[in-house]
């Protein structure tokens, strides 16, 4: 038993020990293969989820239709297909960090937008999405020396928890939980730093509801807070994937048309629409995105 599981050992579960301990070693398996067995292993492996495992496949199939109503039963199959293969590689390249990072090509447009946020020295409000390889974008960030932390689901094993944690750290990027207190929040924007906003889920009663690819959706009040309260600025963030290892990253500087929460969450899930619309096989499907409907509904 080495070090890092004694000390697990003390905070852990044993079945959250013998996840940890599986991750591991998948990662130690992924990290021998080549980018091209990577990709090759996620198709078979995403083939096989399609064919065999129903699991959320109907709801994402369903968002497909309402976003993207005019197209055809074979087009939104293929979108379905499509995506479940870009997450399946995307999770084999996440667990195989830091040996993804080898050879990986970068586009990166919009630097200057990120680089002038920084500048005005009040913090970054980074927005994303669950689109596209956001893992690899986080640790380009991380890696050309941007101070990001980012807030993160607590996964419920305590074991996988603690793998995505470290692996997310490789880069030098740090996160804090859901949950925790907004102080800890606001202190990375006092300590002139980048915020990092996952903001495209279902909000429930608490969210604002704005127009999300066509549809009103319930969307995290968070980042709107924030900037009204900091003045901090705020900037989106894209990664796409262009090819095997090839990745385009694109920063754009938010510009709402008004000052109200409704009107600065507007304004960035407007840009997220875009890329989807172009990218539909690189978002994540597989939420209950549109789950609380407007109380006109």
């Not at 129903?54 to 709801?59: A, M, P, T």
């Not at 989106?236 to 290892?245: F, K, M, S, W």
């Amino acid at each position: 038993m080495n070090i890092n599981t004694v000390i697990l050992s003390h905070s852990m579960k044993q079945s959250d020990i013998i996840m940890y301990s599986l991750l591991r070693g998948l990662k130690k398996y992924l990290s021998r293969l080549s980018p091209r067995h990577r990709k090759q292993l996620s198709q078979k492996i995403a083939g096989l989820i399609y064919h065999n495992l129903s699991i959320r496949q109907d709801l994402a199939r369903e968002n497909i239709q309402r976003v993207f109503p005019r197209r055809s039963k074979l087009w939104i199959e293929s979108v379905l297909s499509s995506c479940i293969q870009f997450f399946t590689h995307n999770l084999i390249q996440f667990i195989a960090f830091p040996h993804t990072w080898s050879n990986a090509c970068y586009d990166i447009i919009g630097r200057d937008v990120l680089d002038k946020a920084i500048k005005e020295k009040r913090g970054v409000i980074f927005l994303s999405a669950h689109f596209g390889p956001w893992e690899m974008m986080g640790a380009w960030l991380a890696r050309n020396n941007y101070p990001i932390t980012g807030v993160a689901l607590r996964q419920k094993n305590r074991g996988a928890n603690k793998f995505f944690q470290r692996q997310r750290e490789l880069s030098g990027a740090r996160h804090i939980f859901r949950k925790e207190p907004f102080q800890r929040m606001y202190e990375i924007l006092e300590n002139r730093e980048i915020l990092v906003l996952i903001s495209d889920q279902d909000a429930r009663r608490k969210g604002v509801f704005v127009d999300f690819l066509g549809i009103e959706a319930s969307t995290p009040k968070g980042a709107a807070i924030f900037h009204q309260e900091t003045n901090a600025p705020m900037v989106v963030g894209t990664c796409i994937q262009t090819g095997l290892q090839q990745y385009q990253i694109e920063f754009l500087s938010v510009k709402p048309e008004g000052s109200s929460i409704q009107d600065i969450t507007q304004a960035y899930t407007s840009i997220f629409a875009s890329y989807i619309h172009h990218y539909p096989e690189q978002y994540f499907w597989f939420h209950r995105r549109w789950k609380t409907l407007p109380h006109s509904q």
